[in-house]
């Protein structure tokens, strides 16, 4: 019989990562005084809505979970990559890596494998 508790279907921690992120971000935006590049909100939404959606373990447990995973990793490296804050070469690289993750979670997914991750569970 399915349980009524909806914190059941919540995360603890991925519950706690999501609050700590709102408030790191709600602080910085307090602190800063010049407006927020497009690059930077864009980022920070970006992983507003995957952190949000991770908190609930029937996302965690759908099948394209990894795969969203994947581009959400190509995209915030991408995006970190265009706002150039950070070392450019590096996060180029991370972003080409990533992207060949996406094949790989694509891979896996049409084929029922879980090659290349680290929690072969």
Known sequence: MPSNNSMASVSTW????????V???GVLVW??????????????????????ASVFRPVLKH?????VSAVYTTL???????VGAYNEIVLLVLTVLAA???GVEVYN??????????DHS
């Not at 997914?109 to 680290?118: C, E, P």
């Open 14 to 21: 991925r519950a706690a990562v999501f609050v700590a992120f």
């Open 23 to 25: 408030l790191f971000f």
């Open 31 to 52: 602190l800063i005084d010049e407006p927020l590049s497009l690059s930077l909100l864009s980022v920070a939404v970006l992983t507003f809505f995957y952190l949000g």
């Open 63 to 67: 099948p394209l979970y990894n795969v």
């Open 76 to 82: 915030l490296f991408a995006g970190m990559y265009f």
């Open 100 to 102: 060949l993750g996406v």
């Open 109 to 118: 997914y049409r084929h029922g494998t879980s090659y290349l991750r680290l």
